[in-house]
């Protein structure tokens, strides 16, 4: 723990030992994204027509160029105009009602694969391990159903939404345990299913990994309801191509805030590739780690203790030591940001609001008054934050691996910690 006025350390164990960070590591990518974005950036993705327009007919192509951005069509902003509706109002102002191309993407900004090669192969296929393209769709996660049964088969598999060139493939074997396993079969594309399921009906939250094909089906979707025709013939490419509209996303701020309350890993991608790519480097983790890097060891927050191989934190071999988060804490808790002038703190989780370690905390006065981003994994519970959350005087971190016990114990021990920290008289 530190007091951010003075930057002196008032307690610490084992404050060098580095250890795996889990989804803490969110807030040092949300930091530079401040530092080095903005509160008040925004992704804009433009969106061309090619080809010519005689009367009320493009003769060409529809063509979305992703730049990163992971707030398209996501539910977590269904204020923000969704880029589906906003093409098609752009071309019905165009008078446009017939499309003698089709819609295509371009996701030449970002390099294959979508995902971190760092990042264990059994989590790309669930929602928490959703890559990060250059267009981003729907959160990149649909819906898995089927009904299981007991000799390996399955039956009424789809997916909700539909996504066209995404198959479903059944490896699971006879038994009626209750073990599915799920995995991703990344440049077929497929889902592919393992283990043994019971008689029952099967939801499950997946990664979609082609979310550019569910926005081209969207679209066309949108584009028939709207009686405007697309014909999908090969007319445009190659030909002028000249800007409809240009789509932007939620400020910085917003989408920082909406990352750390759900601890969103693809989110938080967007943001490492988007910091590389702003920094004229390779739109890749491992240059937008060097760049937090430097960002920090220029400020005079010593990086040197940090691995970091994501900006998420899925990666197990992420590690730091609690100093480092201490002093980057410290570093961050006056640094005001944006037209509203907002801190890394305003962005974060409150205990007792939209955050919770254990039980004790919501019965103490604590409870509303400590800023916190949690991080676990199998093995791992970490916890790093500021108190009091309005006015931060002290900033500090919990990091805790490869403990005996059950995890709802070992919350609640960091709960009384907290407690016994900063409410010393309750």
């Known amino acids: 723990m530190v007091d ?44 061309y027509l090619e080809g010519e327009i005689q009367g009320s007919t493009l003769n060409g192509d529809i063509v979305i160029e992703g730049v990163g951005d992971p707030t398209l069509g996501s539910v977590y902003f269904k204020d923000n105009l969704d880029i589906v509706n906003e093409i098609v109002e752009f071309l019905k102002k165009q008078g446009i009602k017939e499309i003698a191309g089709k819609v295509r993407v371009d996701q030449s900004r970002y390099y294959y694969p979508a995902y971190n090669g760092d990042w264990c192969a059994d989590d790309l296929a669930w929602d928490f391990g959703m890559g990060v393209h250059a267009l981003n769709y729907c959160d990149n996660r649909m819906r898995l159903v089927f009904d299981g049964s007991g000799d390996g088969t399955i039956r009424n598999a789809h997916f909700e939404p539909n996504v066209p060139g995404v198959d479903i493939v059944n490896r699971m074997r006879p038994g009626y345990k209750d073990d599915v396993g799920v995995l991703l079969e990344y440049a077929h594309p497929a889902i592919v299913l393992t ?49 409809l509209l240009t789509h932007k996303s939620p400020v910085m701020t917003d989408i920082i805030t909406s990352l750390l ?30 760049v937090i890097d430097s960002l920090f060891n220029a400020r005079g927050v010593d990086a040197s203790g940090k691995f970091q191989y994501d900006g998420s934190g899925l990666a197990r071999n992420n590690k730091a030591p609690v100093r480092f988060f201490a002093d980057m804490l410290t570093y961050m808790a006056d640094r005001r940001f944006g037209t509203k002038q907002l801190r890394l703190v305003d962005l974060m989780p409150r205990l007792g609001v939209n955050a919770k370690i254990g039980d004790w905390m919501r019965e103490s006065s604590l409870s509303t008054h400590i800023a916190v981003k949690s991080g676990s994994m199998r093995d791992v519970q970490c916890y790093v934050g500021y108190y009091p959350a309005d006015e931060p005087q002290y900033a500090w971190a919990v990091l805790v691996n490869n403990w005996h016990g059950s995890r709802p114990n ?7 910690l907290l407690i016994n920290i900063f409410d010393p008289e309750r």
């Open 410 to 416: 070992l919350k609640n021990m960091i709960d009384l």
């Open 4 to 47: 951010v006025k003075s930057g002196k350390t008032l307690g610490s164990r084992n404050e060098n030992m580095a250890c795996i960070t889990a989804s803490t590591m969110k807030t040092v990518t949300s930091s530079a994204a401040l530092e080095l974005l903005g509160a008040d950036y925004t992704f804009n993705t433009p969106v």
């Open 261 to 290: 309350e759900r601890s969103d890993n693809m989110f938080t991608e967007a943001l490492l590739r988007a910091i590389a790519a702003n920094s004229h480097r390779e739109p890749i983790d491992s240059e937008g780690v060097a």
């Open 195 to 243: 283990g043994t399921a019971a008689d029952t009906t099967y939801i499950f939250d997946v990664s979609n990994p082609t979310p550019e094909a569910l926005l081209i089906d969207s679209l066309a979707h949108s584009l028939a309801r709207e009686n405007i025709k697309l014909a999908g013939g090969n007319k445009g490419k190659g030909n002028q191509r000249w800007l």
